[in-house]
């Protein structure tokens, strides 16, 4: 399982930027994904998840109707869209999926919101 991000960088607050994880070695059509995020001297927490169709998402109550995740089952790709971003969404970024009872991540991008 290879999970790698990009799209991360820094930018304003209330700025726009699009992160993409590009999955391999598995059958991605077939799984859940997630993006986590973790703030400096905080815990992951999830973002955002994606069926396995695109046909249902979830959010966390902090990012919702801000952040937008999406996926691409024939380029085995899934992004977050995120918008009006915020201070305290600076963290790291990382995709992750679950296979059989363990959780693989990717090796993270950082977005860091500043003026």
């Known amino acids: 399982v290879q999970l790698v991000e990009s799209g991360g960088g820094l930018v304003q607050p209330r700025g726009s930027l699009r992160l993409s994880c590009a999955a391999s070695?598995?059958?991605?059509?077939?799984?859940?994904m997630t993006w986590y995020r973790q703030a400096p001297g905080q815990e992951r927490e999830s973002v955002a998840t994606?069926?396995?169709?695109?046909?249902?998402?979830n959010y966390a109550d902090s990012t919702k109707g801000r952040f937008t995740i999406s996926r691409d089952n024939v380029k085995n790709t899934v992004s977050l869209q995120m918008n009006s971003l915020k201070p305290e969404d600076t963290a790291v970024y990382y995709c992750?999926?679950?296979?059989?009872?363990?959780?693989?991540w990717g090796q993270g991008t950082q977005v860091t919101v500043s003026s």
């Open positions: 992750s999926v679950e296979i059989w009872g363990a959780r693989y």
């Open positions: 070695g598995f059958t991605f059509s077939g799984y859940r």
């Open positions: 994606i069926s396995s169709t695109g046909g249902s998402t």
